[in-house]
């Protein structure tokens, strides 16, 4: 049996602050850091600042400052409202701790592939991003940040982070008619469990939906935390209104598009979306026109519908909190609190098997009549199902600028004479 370290040959002690294990010595790598710190620059102070306030923290993840030389097989994913998103091989990996035997870094994740987000909105302020990053760094729910990177041709930063294969969208898509209640409680747990740690401290998610939920291969279920979290308003007036947001309009609460700040309760509303999703595989609003007039229907009360046939496959109470999570009043939105104990509860009451009120007993028979459901009502189902849920040629799930109703104030009525175009309608896709 191998003796316990106790201290690594410079004199550190193992202790609450400092860890020794696998020749590895954590005040050992913090010093190295600090000596390689003259050796790179991301040529932006602020930037620099912050990953070597990481390296010299007690965290356990490090951010760290990756030549773009160390990327190999890049291959482009996906474009998205503020940049793009590659895959690419780490050929030497990053550093992992010093190894005070070898006297030399140990890396990790050597030949692994990552995701580079190229940032090409000049709006972002990719330093305020990582501030607040660093804030929640160790959460678990919150997928891994690597690092910083650039691109050398046009000169935008990339954040380097762990790939998925893909978001919750895609996920619902490929499992949706095999997908439990317990399967479906548990997604939710996790996002409400994200919501919770950003809410204490004082953040706020802005873009909740299902493609900022990410999947890894193995089913786990993290927040993705975009680019537009943590900004303050983009454009004020003297009135203390917004006349411009990011985001996609299905996920926006209707104070927000009004021009109001987006806080915690806008979160929930979002997190209502979710559940839609969830229970009927469909994106709010999947049929419509993601345009000014979908913006004024939503502030006058307008939700997505779940289809007649999917009806007896939800819990009651299911529907009710998610219209609670909808509803006009942010005030009567359930906290991310409230919705975590909530989920929790029942999958531990799933999972134990324990049937013992009226939420468990509505549970159990939704779970009945989707899962007895003959191969041929289920195929008539999936037909349906496909046609209600065609994507119109101008709705959009991708992040982008939205001019607000406050914004558009002025605008409105030449809008819905015809004499003025729609700023928020896209163009039809063909």
Known sequence: MSQ???????????????????????????EYFIKEFKTWSS?????????????????????QWIPFDNFQNIEHIADGGRGSVYSAKLENGIKLGWNFIKQDWKYHLIGFTVALKEIKDSRIDIVEFFKLITTIFD????????????????????????????????YLNKRFWDLSWASKIDILITIAWCLVSLHAENLVHCNLHSGSILVTGHEEILTDLDLNKFENDLILNSNNKNNEIYGSIPYIPPEVLKGNKFTREGDIYSFGGIMYEIVTA?????????????????CNGLRPKVPDFMLNWIPEWYLDLMYRCWSDDPSKRPTSIELSNLFSEISNKLYGDVFDNN???????????????????????FELFLYSSKLHPQSCYIGRYIHTL???????????SGKSSDPNLLKPQF
């Not at 400092?18 to 913090?30: A, D, G, P, Q, V």
């Open 359 to 381: 939420v468990m007993w509505q549970l159990e028979i939704a779970d009945e009549n989707q899962r007895y459901t003959s191969k041929s009502q289920k195929q008539e189902l």
């Open 282 to 298: 469909q994106r709010p609003f999947a049929d419509q026109a993601h345009d000014t007039y979908l913006m004024i229907d939503i």
């Open 139 to 170: 959460q678990e729910y919150i997928p891994y940040y690597y690092g910083i990177s650039k691109n050398p041709t046009t000169q935008n930063y990339i954040i380097v982070m762990y790939l998925f294969d893909g978001d919750l969208h895609d």
């Open 406 to 416: 406050h914004g558009l104030h002025d605008l409105l009525e030449e809008i819905k």
């Open 4 to 30: 316990k370290i106790e201290s690594c040959p410079a004199g550190h002690s193992f202790d609450l602050n400092n860890y020794i294990r696998n020749e590895r010595c954590s005040l050992c790598t913090k």
């Open 43 to 63: 040529r932006n102070v602020n930037i620099d600042k912050i990953i070597q306030e990481s390296q010299t923290s007690n965290s356990y993840r490090t951010l």
